[in-house]
């Protein structure tokens, strides 16, 4: 078979680990897993409950493109619950995980050959998934005092088009405070560089909640 070339990546080794590690324990082996960050907690009761009726009732076609108007209206009043923004659902988007959010969010901010900041140390995957839409991934070396996260003049400094930021971070659990996070924003506006905020580990916090970069929009 004939591979392109934007698909030849690094392997994401923890998978590789884990099909290890199964077949290890296919094969009688105790293993303690500790190689990929599963879920500590059950999905929630009445999710479980709408989804089991669903399956029951056969509702498995299509949803709408952009995802359940009512689970983009909920997910829009929970950025007001917890981070008292008024977002329109219009801007908000159902994707399957933040991968996918990734893959549609490069392809409708980037040109081929675009060059994306990333946070080293940071998540490996962001490398891959750049590089499999032909992206530059440019790593950012980041430093103990700024918390491991970019600073506004690496986005100065870099010719970047777009800048990739996550608080909490990925290894580092690292966040961004709100003044800081506020002025990486207005620089990359400012620079016309697009800013993507990756939030998966928002909630997952302890002394300091985490700081949205969505505005107000209705
Ligand atoms: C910082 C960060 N972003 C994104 C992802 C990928 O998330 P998903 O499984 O929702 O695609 C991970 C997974 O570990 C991560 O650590």
């Known amino acids: ?12 080794i923890v998978m590789d680990v884990m099909e290890s590690a ?11 897993h500790m190689e990929v960050g599963q879920p500590g907690t059950p999905a929630p009761k009445l999710a479980k409950k709408f989804i089991t009726k669903e399956i029951s009732n056969n509702n498995l076609g299509y949803t709408v493109t952009l995802g359940l108007p009512a689970l983009r209206e909920r997910i829009s009043k929970l950025y007001g619950d917890w981070y008292n ?7 908000v988007v159902i994707t399957v995980g933040s991968s996918g959010a990734f893959i549609l969010s490069f392809t409708s901010l980037f040109n081929i050959g675009d060059r994306v900041g990333i946070a ?13 839409q032909d992206l530059i991934p440019v790593d950012i070396q980041t430093e103990i005092q700024n918390k491991f996260q970019p600073i506004p003049e690496d986005i100065k400094k870099n010719n970047l088009n777009g800048i990739l930021v996550a608080s909490p971070a990925n290894p580092t659990g690292s966040m ?6 506020k002025n990486l924003i207005n620089t990359a506006h400012e620079n016309n560089v697009s ?24």
């Open 176 to 181: 961004v405070d709100k003044e800081t996070l």
């Open 1 to 12: 078979m004939k591979n392109s070339k934007r698909s030849n990546v690094d392997p994401f």
């Open 22 to 32: 199964r077949i290890a324990e296919k094969n009688g082996k105790h293993i303690i």
């Open 85 to 91: 923004i008024d977002l329109n659902p219009n801007r």
């Open 120 to 132: 080293a140390p940071g998540y490996p995957s962001y490398r891959q998934i750049l590089k499999s």
């Open 195 to 218: 800013f993507i905020s990756d939030e998966i580990y928002h909630g997952i916090q302890y002394e300091k909640k985490s700081h949205n970069s969505a505005r107000n929009n209705r």
